[in-house]
């Protein structure tokens, strides 16, 4: 099986290009990325249906010694890296959501971290699978923290809870501490083909392919990530590929009991 992977700029031109573009199949997007759509594609839920839930991007706050609490942020510079990136769409995202405005903006990281260290910017705002680089390898002064994001209702449709702990950032957080996140799952997606089209069958031979070879994706020489990967795991807010349900269900059939 060939498979043609195509680059874009972000989560969310991928969700337009699995709805639109001719010919993708399949995309990698994250599962709030589905917000911007609902308005445009009400049914927007049904149209696409996840494969395999692939990691979680960790939401990482990260701000300055004299910022104590989210609501410290309220009508601070907080950046969310450049456009079309993760942290560009879920930051500002999750800030509504939380009820705090800020004044965003969108530069790229390794900048902001510099205005950060100047007192230019109270917050960078990253959301990636943990560790981060430029937290386990940056020197940072006392106080520098990340500040905690508490899992609720409010996040219920697309995220799941996670933690930042001390075997991440060894240098920012004590031993015997951990600080609560949200994370945003990142999936391969497809659309949700009939069962009787031609696309849905391509796609469902794609399917076959890649749970029946995970194991190799887990071996070395590949990303260590793809270890954790749990083909039955779910994924807020979405339905499994109907092909990709049947496959997991031939693999792992119910257990008999016994009758006595």
Do not use: C
């Not at 391509?202 to 954790?228: C, H, M, T």
């Amino acid at each position: 099986m060939q498979v043609l992977p195509i680059v874009t700029r972000g989560p969310t031109e991928n969700v337009n290009d699995l709805l639109y573009l001719k010919g993708v199949d399949a995309a990698i997007i994250n599962t709030d990325s589905l917000e911007e759509y609902k308005l445009q594609v009400p049914q927007i839920q049904r149209r696409i249906a996840y494969v395999i839930n692939l990691f979680p991007s960790e939401v990482h706050i990260f701000v300055r010694p004299e910022i104590r609490s989210l609501s410290d942020l309220a009508g601070k510079k907080v950046n969310f890296n450049t456009q079309g990136t993760a942290a560009a769409y879920s930051g500002p995202l999750i800030f509504s959501r939380l009820g705090i405005a800020v004044t965003s903006m969108f530069i790229p990281h390794p900048v902001a971290l510099e205005q950060m260290r100047r007192g230019e910017i109270a917050a960078v705002v990253f959301v990636t699978s943990k560790p981060v680089e430029a937290f386990v390898k940056g020197k940072w002064e006392e106080g520098f923290r990340f500040l905690p994001v508490e899992y609720g209702s409010k996040f219920e449709d697309y995220y799941v809870a996670s933690y930042l702990e001390p075997e991440d950032y060894p240098n920012l957080i004590a031993k015997g501490e951990r600080i609560a996140t949200i994370a945003v799952p990142t999936i391969l997606a497809s659309f949700n083909w009939r069962p009787d089209s031609p696309r849905y069958r391509r796609a469902a031979r794609f399917v076959g392919e890649l749970f029946s070879r995970i194991d190799k994706l887990q071996s070395p020489g590949f990303d260590p990530k793809w270890k954790n990967v749990d083909l039955k795991a779910r994924v807020p807010g979405l339905e499994r590929f109907q092909a990709a349900q049947e496959w997991l269900d031939r693999a792992n059939p119910p257990k008999q009991t016994s009758q006595q």
